[in-house]
């Protein structure tokens, strides 16, 4: 407990009950301690003046300084807007009030300078600085200095409590704390790091005396906020590693070694076998496994998965793969029961529309042992889903789970079952480190040999005669086509109609007997699919109009170009993803994004990012700056997002460098025994009592 910080909001000159309240419940300040951590969101130099010529152009709140040269009023009633001509030399400028008309008026002068202040508005064609603050020249206190700019919401607003209103408090504040602020981070990390120190950063942050102090206390609450973020996942993982024993699987096993030898399609890469003996080394450690897996889309992940389930049943487990969505789960299941055809290894699918028998004779055969690989989505979490022995859970496109969930597998068995997460396309690295930094990471990063890297070109709906005459290139040469269109929920019939539009205006355009057009879309029966999918894998037609449905694992090598509707609607791991279909064979390959001409920035971003690249990676981290993280990584996890400066977008070195530290700080202190990091062991004690997931490993 920290007294001062710790004071009820409500206790600050000029706050009161009613305000307090509404601070509350507007933004979570309770306590001096929030009140201090309600950061600027911006700063504005005071200390320089625009000139009026310039103020429209500013793009942004602008200082001046002049002279009103005449008042008038237009319009009456309500509708009643006064007008003050202002000058400074270099031009003028109209000042506007809508309201509080009949208190401002008398008060403006013509005889005295005026410090303004205020945002440039276009109001009738006209350049205006509507409400701005203002202040007789000669008595401003502070002509220096930079303001700082807070969040508000409405309701504080009408209270006065905008971001000038929670600048005063916040005024009122800083000069009592003096001496108040207890350090948070050990002296040496202090020094070590160059920060500054954290009474001198809270005063900064929101009166800083220039640039420079702005960066620096930003960095030193940036670093503490992430450091503790990081210390936390590399303890969690710790933990796991140590105090949760994990099944032992002594060898590869029987079938591991028939797979191996006998029905391996092909040589896995160096980085396949490369991952397998990290996943190998954990299973021989004694200690649970919680690895995540990383890889490129076509990267090799699905045989990566099954060979580590094959160790786990040659040891005389059960394992279980899990996927976010009934398509995917299927094609995996059909995958794995190919590369398994002449095993004797029992699988199944468990997906929603399982039938009830089915279940019931399911569930009994995972009981007594008989299954060995169940393969599925979320129903495998469900309580009824019972195994004899399950030793090792595979988890696809992760993202889409949280941790919650992963902690529900891990019941499944008396000793937890290894886990293995895999992701459908790369994370930027700053948040696997935030996101999974409790968990041992494996990096696919080669792709399986022969792929010619594909060919990526933006087009616009003008080009589409050139488009097809494109099509016929290719599907002459022999090869196949795909065409994707978007289908997504909200727009649902509208996408529909341009389907079949497309699929209409397709057909016309490569008419039968010479060619032949598959269609493929949520809405057919899945035995319609299922032949219309067949007819395009085998080769018997040549273009395939779809939904995102072919999205993930679909595999026809023969197809060599990926066209991509409305590209512009997707986002970029779905465009990479669909990308992905295609360079699969030994033939050159090529994605074609087409649009519509008029494209927002971040659209034509996105564009350009896949015309340069086709590294999933790199593509990842510009997905990171264009959504950020909550959108990338799914609101489940978004508690880890409850970040009060930081940025995860924008602060990744500092990520780093956090992480850096406390794995530092953990190797040569790993108990927090030493004097030096009793401070840290206190704080760290305190935060990990505050999170509710910590208890079941801790
Ligand atoms: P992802 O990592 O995107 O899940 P997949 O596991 O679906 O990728 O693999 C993509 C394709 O590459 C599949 O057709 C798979 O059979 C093939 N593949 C996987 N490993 C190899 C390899 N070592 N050599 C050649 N092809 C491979
Ligand atoms: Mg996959």
Not at 85 to 98: A, C, E, K, N, Y
Not at 586 to 607: F, P, V
């Amino acid at each position: 407990m920290n007294d001062f910080l710790d004071t009820s909001i409500e206790f600050l000159k000029g706050v009161g009950p009613q305000r307090a309240q509404l601070l509350q419940t507007e933004l979570g300040i309770f306590t001096f301690r929030d009140l201090l951590e309600h950061y600027p969101f911006r700063y504005l130099d005071r200390s320089t003046y625009h000139s009026v010529a310039d103020a429209p152009y500013v793009d942004n709140y602008v200082q001046l300084r002049g002279k009103i040269t005449g008042i008038r009023e237009i319009g009456s009633g309500r509708h009643k807007k006064l007008f003050a001509r202002f000058t400074d030399g270099s031009g003028s400028i109209d000042l506007v009030w809508f309201q509080g008309i009949q208190w401002i008026k008398p008060n403006l002068r013509t005889d005295v300078e005026y410090q303004i202040f205020g945002k440039p508005k276009v109001f009738v064609n006209q350049w205006n600085i509507p409400h701005p603050e203002m202040a007789i020249f000669a008595d401003v206190q502070n002509k220096t200095g930079l303001q700082a700019f807070y969040p508000s919401t409405e309701k504080l607003t009408a209270k006065g409590l905008h971001s000038k209103g929670i600048e005063k408090l916040i005024a009122t504040l800083i000069p009592q704390i003096s001496q108040k602020i207890p350090e948070t981070l050990p002296d040496w990390m202090v020094q070590e790091n160059h920060l500054m120190s954290k009474e001198k950063a809270l005063i900064a942050v929101h009166q800083p005396k220039s640039e420079q102090q702005i960066q620096q206390a930003r960095f030193r609450l940036k670093f503490e906020e992430l450091f503790f973020l990081q210390l936390e996942m590399l303890l969690r993982k710790e933990v796991t590693a140590t105090k949760m024993k994990g099944f032992v699987f002594e060898e590869v096993g029987n079938q591991f070694n028939a797979f191996y030898s006998n029905h391996l399609p092909f040589e896995l890469t160096n980085a396949q076998k490369k991952v397998i003996k990290e996943i190998r080394k954990d299973f021989l450690s004694g200690k649970h496994m919680n690895r995540l897996l990383q890889g490129d889309v076509g990267s090799g992940k699905t045989l990566v998965a099954l060979l580590t389930a094959l160790i786990g049943i040659g040891n005389g487990f059960q394992a279980a793969l899990m996927a976010p969505t009934e398509i995917l789960a299927s094609q995996h299941f059909e995958s794995i029961s190919s590369f398994l055809a002449n095993m004797d290894v029992k699988i199944a699918l468990l997906i929603g529309s399982t039938k009830k028998a089915a279940r019931i004779e399911l569930h009994e055969k995972l009981l007594n042992g008989e299954l060995n690989l169940l393969i599925g989505t979320h129903a495998l979490l469900e309580d009824v889903v019972q195994f004899k022995n399950l030793g090792i859970v595979i988890i696809d496109e992760q993202h889409r789970f949280g941790v919650a969930q992963r902690a529900k597998m891990w019941k499944k068995n008396t000793t937890p079952p290894h886990v293995l997460i895999m992701t459908a396309t790369p994370i930027p690295r700053t948040l696997a480190m935030t996101f999974y930094g409790d968990l041992d990471v494996s990096v696919i990063d080669e792709l399986p040999p022969g792929r010619k890297p594909i060919s990526t070109i933006h087009r616009y709906e003008s080009h589409r005669l050139r488009l097809f005459g494109f099509m016929r290139e290719q599907i002459a040469l022999g090869r196949q086509v795909y065409v994707v269109y978007p289908l997504i929920k909200e727009s649902e019939t509208l996408d529909f109609n341009n389907l079949m539009d497309g699929f209409e205006a397709i057909s016309r355009s490569f008419p039968m007997p010479s060619y032949q057009v598959s269609i493929v879309h949520g809405k057919m029966k899945p035995e319609d699919k299922d032949f219309e999918m067949q007819r395009f894998v085998k080769g018997e037609t040549h273009i395939m109009v779809a939904t995102t449905v072919i999205e993930v694992g679909v595999n026809v090598p023969n197809a060599s170009v990926m066209v991509i509707e409305s590209a512009e609607r997707f986002g970029l791991s779905q465009l990479h993803q669909l990308r992905g279909r295609v360079g699969r064979g030994a033939e050159k390959s090529y994605c074609i994004l087409m649009t519509g001409d008029k494209l927002s920035k971040e659209a034509q971003k996105r564009m350009e990012t896949m015309v340069q690249t086709n590294d999933g990676f790199e593509i990842s981290e510009v997905d990171l700056q264009l959504r950020g993280p909550g959108d990338l990584m799914g609101t489940q996890q978004s508690g880890v997002l409850d970040l009060k400066i930081s940025n995860l977008s924008k602060d990744g070195q500092i990520v780093t460098l956090a992480r850096e530290m406390a794995k530092k700080m953990l190797s040569e202190d790993p108990k927090f025994e030493m004097p030096k990091n009793q401070l840290l062991k206190n704080q760290i004690q305190k935060i990990l009592r505050s999170k509710p997931n910590w208890g079941r490993i801790a």
